[in-house]
């Protein structure tokens, strides 16, 4: 597959997971709702359908991870093979994570499908599975990315000052999600750290539809 082809795949596939991923999380919290557990699962009882289609979207975003470790390890392994392979396996993981977590959700739909009369060790249950996992999956992703956007701006394949937003998106999360993950942290502001992440994906995509990368010599 030449360098153009795939950097359009990766590009697409960018895309897709930006879309899915946003979609995914906006129609779990809509069938969630907020609350306590209780009330969170007569919600997602009530809104099974949505439920369902955030799993798949979620199916869809880890091929996506998948499709796009694959593809940015041939754009940039030429700038550093063994780079692009630690990047390559950190998006893999992530890929792999937002798969397992697919058995949960099924878990959740079916907790919430559960009589009344049981809820006491039924939200017990229901509070351990519905534990955000997103974090890890997440530090793998600016992990992977951060290698990758170092690769991107070590090889010259992309404009310099995007290739430096993605480094300073990719080293923001690395920073910010480890606290997060052990509990140290949970000021809803830090979202906002995802925001020079998304301003630095979406015009990539754009530029690796449209102009690809740099070819190797």
């Given at each position: 597959m030449s360098s153009s082809i795939t950097a359009r795949v990766a590009g697409i596939a960018f895309w897709i997971y930006i879309a899915g991923g946003i979609a995914s999380l906006v129609l779990t919290q809509a069938a969630g709702g907020s609350g306590d557990i209780a009330t969170r699962l007569a919600s997602m009882a009530e809104n099974v359908a949505l439920l369902r289609y955030a799993a798949l979207l979620d199916l869809v975003c880890a091929f996506c991870a998948l499709t796009l470790a694959v593809t940015l390890y041939a754009l940039t392994s030429a700038h550093g093979a063994t780079t692009a392979m630690l990047a390559m396996v950190c998006?893999?993981?992530?890929?792999?994570?937002?798969?397992t977590s697919l058995s949960d959700s099924l878990a959740i739909l079916w907790l919430a499908d559960e009589p009344a009369e049981s809820s006491g060790a039924v939200h017990v249950l229901a509070s351990?599975?519905?534990?955000?996992e997103v974090t890890?999956?997440?530090?793998?992703f600016a992990a992977g990315s951060f290698l990758f956007a170092w690769l991107l701006l070590r090889g010259r394949?992309?404009?310099a000052p995007l290739a430096w937003l993605g480094v300073?998106?990719?080293?923001?999360?690395?920073?910010?999600?480890?606290?997060?993950l052990v509990g140290l942290?949970?000021?809803?502001?830090?979202?906002?750290?995802?925001?020079?992440?998304?301003?630095?994906?979406?015009?990539?995509?754009?530029?690796?539809?449209?102009?690809?990368?740099?070819?190797?010599?």
């Amino acid at each position: 597959m030449s360098s153009s082809i795939t950097a359009r795949v990766a590009g697409i596939a960018f895309w897709i997971y930006i879309a899915g991923g946003i979609a995914s999380l906006v129609l779990t919290q809509a069938a969630g709702g907020s609350g306590d557990i209780a009330t969170r699962l007569a919600s997602m009882a009530e809104n099974v359908a949505l439920l369902r289609y955030a799993a798949l979207l979620d199916l869809v975003c880890a091929f996506c991870a998948l499709t796009l470790a694959v593809t940015l390890y041939a754009l940039t392994s030429a700038h550093g093979a063994t780079t692009a392979m630690l990047a390559m396996v950190c998006r893999i993981v992530e890929g792999v994570l937002v798969t397992t977590s697919l058995s949960d959700s099924l878990a959740i739909l079916w907790l919430a499908d559960e009589p009344a009369e049981s809820s006491g060790a039924v939200h017990v249950l229901a509070s351990y599975v519905m534990r955000s996992e997103v974090t890890l999956t997440s530090i793998f992703f600016a992990a992977g990315s951060f290698l990758f956007a170092w690769l991107l701006l070590r090889g010259r394949l992309i404009p310099a000052p995007l290739a430096w937003l993605g480094v300073f998106a990719s080293l923001l999360l690395l920073v910010v999600l480890p606290p997060q993950l052990v509990g140290l942290a949970s000021d809803p502001r830090l979202a906002a750290a995802w925001l020079p992440m998304l301003l630095f994906e979406v015009p990539l995509a754009l530029w690796l539809i449209v102009r690809g990368v740099r070819s190797s010599s």
